[in-house]
């Protein structure tokens, strides 16, 4: 054979060798060769798959997107995680999309690759509801309105606030020197126009719409009081002499209104140093003080009927209750009902807060072991525990919480990579 025929030759076997190993792309491969499925074990979602049996396997890669059409050749999504043991077929994705700072997208979806010698293989895309609702890195948690679905924080520039809005899937920024503190009372009226409510002197305060911070009505009252709280249209007010005025707030559109008293009712009690509690549906009104606890019934025009009263110090600085005030636990996780007959102990100290569905037919804790813990409302039988972890963070505080007899939770966390404190939000399926 002359030389030439022998180059050419050379050259067409050659071509021939480099293309049976290049590198193919997906399209090559038969897709939803491995079979994806998303799953429940306690509280958590776990994916697992169906394992490859391949001589040449390196890797399982797990990708997750805010799109269903993940690409797992050019690794464009976010690769969450890898196993490199072939018999391992499950990872649970702790919340895969955490670092973002603004609203999420509704679903997140996964997708796994098995990573052999020249190729890979792919698997079906599933999808979940997002958990995560809000996350941000150097913001404080401040406080929470279960029954608007309203959560604010404050960041590092002094009077700047953040409002979630959960029902509008919003975030404001607001620049004001109104200042929302976990300390701040709110009152919800017969409209169910919510407000922040900010102390101004001994006998003025104001109150700022709970979804702007505008200003939404000013309140004069004729007596100097030293502890209140408004719900649905009365504000209770205790004075020194052992004593509640309660005065009917009115329209809620009169500016320097000056109150009309409904009532004073005697406590037997030095109330200066009280604490007043009144229940969302407004029917139950409670006055605890270092020494004594007192239930009231809520007349419609804001008279108030004793119910019952213990001694007891465990409520004056915490108390959690159902929406129309028969169900109470105090700050030791005592649960009561309004003649304060104890029900049952939950076992938990003040490290928490305690939140009842709307219906009352669950209550929820975040305890200090990084649990949410659930509980039957009617019961009191704890119904499950659900463990919260942060990839790459520490969980330092739970803040669970009820919106429409939905779960969500404040995590607040400790980033170990950036040494940030940083708050999310997330819902989780019960």
């Not at 009372?185 to 709970?210: E, H, V």
């Amino acid at each position: 054979m002359k030389t030439s025929a022998k180059l050419i030759l050379l050259f067409i076997s050659s071509i021939f060798i480099f293309s049976s190993c290049k590198k193919l792309d997906e399209n090559s491969y038969p897709k939803d060769s491995i079979v994806l499925s998303l799953t429940a074990v306690n509280g958590a979602e776990l994916l697992s798959w169906t394992k490859v049996n391949a001589s040449d396997f390196k890797r399982y890669e797990i990708y997750a997107s805010n799109k269903d059409n993940i690409d797992i050749i050019k690794s464009t999504d976010k690769l969450i995680g890898t196993v490199t043991d072939l018999e391992k077929t499950t990872f649970t994705p702790i919340d895969a999309l955490s670092d973002s700072s603004t609203i999420l997208s509704s679903k997140t979806y996964f997708k796994v690759a098995a990573v052999l010698q020249d190729r890979k293989l792919s698997s079906n895309v599933i999808s979940k509801n997002s958990d995560i609702i809000f996350s941000s890195k150097n913001v404080f948690f401040q406080k929470v309105i279960p029954e608007k679905g309203y959560v604010y924080f404050s960041d590092n520039s002094f009077g700047n606030q953040i409002l979630i809005n959960i029902p509008n899937n919003s975030r404001t920024d607001f620049s004001t020197s109104v200042s929302v503190t976990n300390n701040s009372k709110y009152a919800i009226d017969n409209n169910n126009q919510c407000d922040i409510i900010s102390a101004t002197g001994s006998n003025t305060f104001d109150l700022y719409k709970a979804e702007d911070l505008s200003l939404h009505h000013q309140v004069n009252s004729p007596e100097y009081f030293y502890n209140f709280s408004i719900n649905k249209g009365f504000l209770f007010a205790a004075y020194y002499n052992s004593s509640i005025s309660n005065y009917e707030i009115g329209s809620y559109t009169l500016v320097g209104n000056i109150l009309s008293k409904v009532s004073t009712t005697s406590i037997g009690s030095n109330s200066s140093s009280s604490t007043f509690y009144i229940s969302s549906d407004g029917t139950k009104l409670y006055v605890a003080d270092f020494n004594y606890v007192t239930s009231y019934n809520i007349a419609a025009n804001g008279q108030l009927t004793k119910i019952g009263q213990q001694f007891s110090s465990s409520f004056n600085n915490f108390m959690f209750m159902n929406n129309n005030g028969t169900k109470i636990i105090s700050n030791s996780g005592d649960v009561y009902n309004e003649q304060f007959q104890m029900q049952k102990s939950l076992g938990f100290s003040n490290t928490g807060m305690y939140n009842f569905s709307a219906d009352g037919s669950k209550i929820v804790f975040g305890s200090n072991n990084n649990k949410i813990e659930l509980y039957d409302g009617n019961s009191l039988n704890k119904i499950k525990s659900i463990n919260v972890e942060v990839k790459n963070q520490t969980v330092n505080g739970l803040t669970p919480f009820f919106y429409n007899n939905e779960l969500y939770c404040i995590v607040q966390a400790f980033d170990n990579n950036t040494f940030q404190q940083s708050v999310l939000i997330i819902k989780k399926t019960i």
